[in-house]
């Protein structure tokens, strides 16, 4: 059986793989898209020097201290003005700069009298305050907003100075989730003997969402090798690039999806890897025509299939999608951990901060059945293979979630 860091090693190899189309999108729906192309301004930013303030612009002088108002501009609406050395201009912020003018003192630090302005007391100004020089921001030609980066509000006002009304991003990753097990029942019914709810499907489909990606529902199925053929020959026909399957992968009598995968043709790269939760995940690739297909066949245990995706898909799109790593912390051990393999181990945690500093628990249950336990913790400890009893006060990586 393979460890967690050579299984993480083969799926990010996979990952990178995977070819990226692109499509354009309009400006307004390009928010968390990663942008496909270089952002290049049309332009001059700011396209003229204008005014940073609400204020008086006058031509800088060491002496004056009082100007008369000859005139107005505001932000829009700019006149020629021929102005002298006892001259000021009323002017708006944003409003351009006429000729002539070489700094402008802001509103606050003048009286008015009649149509004099006079330099409050103690009140220093010097040559091209207040101005914003034309191309100060960007000049003409400059990259403003580099290929591979992942879209922010910041990054759309940008673009939108430079004049893309529309940009070039990286189609959404697509992932198809079925769910497979006898004892499933619909969310809306009540179980009755052995059954229990589908829970799975909802929190990969959250996984896949908050990730910023698109999923395809396929659903549960029954333990029947048949059906459940059916359904995942479905999705490696259709245009996911990422199936996900839960259920049915250990090594139990009615555990059918390895044989399945293998049927369809499905490359097995991993079965198995020395972690927990999440041990009997099976990892393969599929080639329709010339398009790569990663398939993921996950434990049907809620809290093994949840920490699956977390450590072996989501750093990989953060990762091809230009956002923020998942990142980890160190945390100070609240409390004495256990375990009895050199797995590593994920155990749900509950991590808080003071005075800068991060604490951890792991007081909530490990089973990788209770599913209210996991959605009451907020980060995966971290316990590497080796490390068989960390101790309260000592150091830990955690995962936030
Ligand atoms: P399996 O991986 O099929 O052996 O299932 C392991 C455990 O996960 C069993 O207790 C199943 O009842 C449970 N389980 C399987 N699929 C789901 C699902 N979609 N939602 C919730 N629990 C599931
Ligand atoms: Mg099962």
Redesign the pocket.
Known sequence: MISYTEASELIKRKFDELNLETETVKLENALHRTLAQDIISDIDLPPFDNSAVDGYGIIFSHDATEWEITGEISAGNYKEFNITGSGAVKIMTGAKIPAGVTAVIPIEDVVVEGNRIKLLPNVKYHSGMNIRKKGSDIKQNETAINKGTFLKPRHLASAASCGKSELLVYKKLKFAVL???D??IPVNEKPKDDK??????YSLIGEVLENHQAVVNYG?VK?DKNEIKNKVKQMLNSDADIIIT?????V?E??YLKIIFSELGVEQIFWRAYIKPGK?AFFGSYKQKDKLKLVFGL????V??QVNFKVYIKENIKRLYGMNPMGTVKAELLNDLRKKDKKRHFMKGLLSKENDKYYVTSTISQSS?N?VEMSKANCLIIVEEERLHPGKGEIVECIPM
């Open positions: 769910a497979t097990g004892e499933l229990i709810r589908i829970s799975n499907t549960f333990d839960t259920g049915g992968v250990s139990g009615y555990d009997p434990p049907g245990n809620p093994s299939s059945g599913l």
